[in-house]
């Protein structure tokens, strides 16, 4: 089978397009960009989707797994080359249910069907194989190169190596016989001995039925005898009852007395506790929390007195910052009216005098030199000296007034740069709002410790003056505390007092309502036993007679339900026949199981060196001679024999790359044995050489180029080195695959 050209809507691809080519194609595209889901699609296109197939945990099933993204139904279009002409797979959805569900299979470019074509047999016409044979051979997903036991490909393997036939696999047949076997004995279930079960069922039956007349006879002669023992014990119970009546006669009365007593002590200490004028609970517990609540009271006075002591130090220093200030003594707003209008200077006018002499002199002279010119010219050259001396006195005096105000400047604060005067009242109205802070901070923290001292002073005054009026010894906190706690004693002495003729007249009253009239003492003697001792064996033997006389009730219902001895008795010999033909069936089973598993060492025999010998080949090949041999159990578990050892090595000593390498290696061995070669179904690689070094991926790539005479092999790939292996290679096709942006 030839795979032209493939059409896909179908997960992330949505009706994205793949065309093949004949021999190798090597596919490179990035990490999610549809490899793996190619490989799906096609696997899907020959054997269809498993509608019944549920999610698990971790693995969603494939009609959900590869539902299109863009929301549209699964559908898809293969054109393929088959015994020698085109035809084209298409597979739809018409019902949500059943994705992929609606199969054709055509000639390439006409209606007509392809006959005996269905989306039932479509792969396993096409390949040659089953579903199962055909995803443990030749295809191979990505981190899937280990091949798997399946029952499918044993069939096939050992039909190629030996008969032909594929009806029967030995795993099949072992599981039948193991199964009948269990059915007949597993361990302690099967049929067996269920049997064995009933026989020993009915044998103690009919041994108890034996024994139950006895048993019988037996219970009501103990019930009889243990009514009498009844009678005795309750007869000794009621002694006890007459000996322990007259003792309550006497403990009441010296009950009566203790609660007198008791009564009277307690009016004696509530009498000296009134003429002492001593204050109730609630009184003394009440000062005795506020002589507690002064001491809380009096740490935070401290506390408010330390903060404000704090404070005063932040306000002597803000003050002192203030009267470093060029500006200290003015508030901010003076100071912002000061910057407005700048000192000026007094200027200094002799230069502009003698300028001023100088030039009415030179104009005197001008004058008269050119007297005799003409009064006209006169004017005009006195006019352009008085100009000129004017316009020089206007500059002079200007400058005069910049350096003076310059100095005026200085004088007053240090310097002449207006930026750095401004940037000084700024700090000064910085360091004036801080101070006026830490002052109103300072009035806060005064008045809190003011108010906390007057509640202190307050309270105290006022707990003194209410314990001095019954204690006039209370002058302080300290002794009216402990006047306290001694007046708490004295009430705490009187409550138990209290307390204690209560509780004394309650027991006279419940001895007086248990006992009813009670005796006179000495009316009865004390039992030798006590009563513990005969209320237990009272007791006893109340339940032991109730038992013997259910025992009886019992045992006489067992011996009318138990039957006949005789139909007891054929009911064992029939169970008996039946076990033992059970028996002689399992022996039979386990002759025959025994035999298969002969016959399965056998056949195992023939096939796995064949299989083990080709996969030598192929691993030698992939590896640069560096293995030689390979073998393999029935359950596909894989060793190697490394160049120049005896040794051969499990799959897991091996490094990660080897063992794919290995794997790989096995299963293009099993398409060689269990594939058709005819027609050869294509060879399908999901990114299967990305743990291969670039040595051995070339020598598998080299394989694999050869392999490709024989079958089309889709090679998908992550890396360029494939790609770049082939280049110039007019042999193999190479693809270049990218994301469209609708993918992305």
Not at 342 to 350: A, D, L, N, V
């Amino acid at each position: 089978m030839l795979i032209q050209r493939m059409a896909a809507s179908f997960g992330r691809l949505q009706n994205d397009t793949l065309e093949l080519q004949p021999g190798l194609n090597i596919l490179q595209a990035p990490n999610e960009t549809g490899k793996s889901t190619w490989c799906a699609f096609l696997l899907s296109m020959l054997y269809g989707i498993n509608s019944r197939e549920r999610d698990r945990p971790g693995a969603p099933a494939d009609k959900n797994r590869y539902a299109p993204w863009s929301g549209a139904l699964m559908a898809g279009r293969v054109d393929c080359r088959w015994n020698g002409r085109d035809i084209t797979l298409l597979r739809a959805t018409r019902r949500q249910g059943a994705p992929m569900g609606e199969f054709k299979a055509l000639y390439t470019g006409t209606a007509d069907i392809v006959p005996d074509l269905t989306g039932q047999t479509c792969g396993e016409t096409l390949l040659g194989v089953t579903r199962e044979v055909y995803e443990r051979s030749a295809f191979i997903r990505q981190s899937g190169l280990a091949v798997s036991r399946d029952a499918e490909l044993e069939r096939r393997i050992a039909a190629l190596l030996t008969s032909g036939e594929e009806d029967v696999s030995f795993s099949e047949a072992a599981a039948a016989l193991k199964k009948q076997l269990n059915r007949r004995r597993h361990n302690k279930t099967g049929q067996i001995p269920a049997l064995e079960a009933q026989l020993a069922e009915l044998s103690e039956q009919l041994r108890q039925s034996d024994a139950l007349a006895n048993q019988l006879a037996q219970a009501r002669w103990e019930a009889e005898s243990l009514d009498a023992r009844v009678q005795s014990l309750s007869e000794e119970l009621e002694a006890w009852d007459r000996w322990e009546s007259a003792q309550r006669s006497q403990s009441l009365d010296k009950l009566r007395q203790e609660a007198a007593s008791a009564q009277t002590q307690a009016e004696a200490l509530r009498a000296q506790l009134e003429q002492e004028r001593i204050p109730g609970s609630d009184v003394i517990a009440r000062l005795r929390g506020a002589i507690v609540n002064l001491e809380t009271t009096r740490k935070a006075l401290h506390k408010a007195r330390d903060e404000r002591d704090e404070v005063m130090k932040a306000v002597l220093r803000a003050e002192d910052a203030v009267s470093k200030s060029p500006f200290a003594g003015q508030t901010p707003e003076q100071v912002q009216r000061q910057l407005e209008t700048p000192p000026q200077g007094r200027p200094s006018y002799t230069g502009a005098a003698v300028l001023g002499i100088a030039g009415a002199a030179a104009s005197a002279l001008t004058g008269w030199g050119l007297r005799a010119q003409g009064t006209a010219l006169s004017i005009s050259l006195a006019a352009a000296v008085l100009f000129f001396t004017a316009f020089a006195m206007f500059f002079l005096v200007r400058g005069q007034k910049r350096k003076a105000s310059a100095a005026a400047l200085i004088r007053r604060y240090g310097t002449a740069d207006t930026d750095q005067i401004a940037h000084m009242a700024e700090e000064y109205d910085t360091l004036c709002r801080a101070r006026d802070e830490v002052q109103e901070d300072l009035r806060a923290k005064s008045a809190a410790a003011d108010a906390l001292y007057a509640t202190l002073s307050s309270n105290e005054q006022g707990i003194l003056l209410e314990v001095r009026r019954f204690a006039s010894a209370a002058f302080d906190i300290p002794t009216a505390d402990l006047l306290l706690r001694r007046c708490a004693q004295r009430r705490k002495e009187l409550t138990e007092a209290e307390s204690a003729a209560r509780e004394a007249a309650l027991r006279v009253e419940a001895l007086s309502q248990n006992g009813g009239r009670p005796q006179t003492a000495g009316s009865a003697a004390r039992p030798a036993r006590s009563r513990e001792v005969i209320g237990q064996e009272l007791a006893q033997a109340k339940d032991a007679r109730a038992a013997a006389r259910s025992a009886a009730d019992h045992l006489a219902g067992q011996l009318h339900a138990a039957g006949d001895r005789v139909v007891l008795q054929s009911q064992i010999r029939t169970l008996t026949d039946r076990r033992d033909a059970l028996e002689t069936e399992y022996a039979a089973l386990s002759e025959a199981l025994e035999a298969l598993e002969q016959a399965g060492t056998e056949l195992q025999g023939r096939f796995s060196p064949a299989l083990g010998r080709r996969a030598a080949e192929i691993f030698h090949a992939l590896t640069g001679g560096r293995y030689t041999g390979v073998v393999l159990d029935r359950d596909f578990r894989v060793c190697a024999q490394p160049e120049g050892d005896q040794i051969y090595r499990d799959a897991p000593f091996l490094s990660a790359g080897t063992v794919d390498q290995l794997y790989l290696a096995v299963r293009l061995a099993v398409c060689d044995l269990a594939l058709p070669q005819e027609d050869a179904a294509p060879l399908i690689l999901d990114d299967a050489l990305t743990a291969f070094d670039d040595e051995r991926c070339a020598a598998a790539l080299t394989y694999l180029k050869e392999e490709a005479k024989k079958r089309q092999i889709l090679l998908f790939t992550c890396h360029s080195r494939e790609a770049e292996f082939f280049a110039g290679d007019s042999e193999v096709s190479v693809q270049r695959l990218t994301a469209s942006p609708r993918q992305v």
